[in-house]
């Protein structure tokens, strides 16, 4: 097998494996399952002060719909909830409860565990080959299929 078809069957198999991976649900530490898409909302919550359904939804990529059917999802498990600012009555705003706040943590801290050894990897390579995984990544992100 040429080297290039061994390369591009690994992308493959780790695509196949993030895709499995993210289908399991997890507790966080709230004594919720949460879905990928439900830790993910909590996340860009967390990172995005001040943001509505229309910005959710460009920041994770997915409709105004599928942003309200998640985050309705949310709000009735405590972990986030809505509010308006005194200067826009019409507008409808997320923020974490401290219930999401702890899940947010919780969540940070499983990729922390998760990444350990590709950190690890990355601390001893040098600047060539963090240089090479970069560009590689950045071409495949580039390049991969849409459809």
Avoid: C
Wanted: proline share 1%; charged share 25%; glycine share 4%.
């Amino acid at each position: 097998m040429n080297k290039q078809l061994e390369i591009i069957e690994k992308v493959v198999r780790l695509a196949n494996k993030i895709s499995q991976t993210n289908k399991i649900p997890r507790d966080y530490g709230s004594g919720h399952i949460l879905y990928h898409s439900e830790i993910h909302t909590i996340e860009a919550i967390h990172n995005h002060e001040n943001v509505n359904a229309s910005e959710l939804s460009k920041i994770l990529g997915i409709t105004n719909g599928a942003v309200n059917q998640v985050t309705n999802k949310l709000i009735s498990k405590g972990l986030i909830e809505q509010y308006k600012l005194n200067d826009n009555n019409k507008e409808v705003f997320y923020r974490l409860t401290d219930l999401g706040e702890k899940v947010n943590l919780g969540h940070s801290e499983y990729h922390k565990e998760e990444y350990e050894d590709i950190v690890q990897y990355l601390n001893n390579a040098n600047k060539d080959q963090i240089k090479a995984v970069n560009s590689f990544l950045d071409r495949l992100i580039e390049k991969w299929p849409n459809k």
